[in-house]
């Protein structure tokens, strides 16, 4: 698997991806986002940036955002500390996590 894939409206991005930006071990990624410590955003561009999404990612006062095209490659990677949020964002887009493992 590449690091972000897209499935239909889907993005699936690898565990190893956020564990690297948050400091976490993979396993803990998918634990994270189902019980909402960790939240996504997904944002499709428009006019000069069609073709493109922004994928962000917070938790615990970090934001971790990926920029890619429309087949998963990442065009830019950021990181940047964030304030507490007032709601929780909203995702337009399905984002999954995947371990990377495929399972037998």
């Known amino acids: 698997m590449t690091k972000v894939e897209r ?24 634990t994270r986002m189902q019980d909402g410590q960790i939240t996504s955003l997904c944002e499709a561009g428009a ?11 917070r938790h615990e006062g970090r934001a971790f955002r990926l920029v890619v095209d429309e087949s998963g490659e990442i065009l830019s ?11 929780t964002p909203q995702t337009k887009t399905a ?8 399972e037998s």
């Open 7 to 30: 499935s239909g409206d889907q993005f699936i991005v690898d565990a190893e991806v956020l564990s690297k930006a948050f400091d976490l071990p993979p396993e803990e990624i998918r």
């Open 47 to 57: 006019d000069a940036d069609a073709g493109r999404w922004r994928l962000t990612f």
């Open 77 to 87: 990677k950021s990181a940047f500390p964030v304030g507490p949020s007032s709601a």
């Open 95 to 102: 984002i999954g996590v995947t371990s990377g493992r495929k």
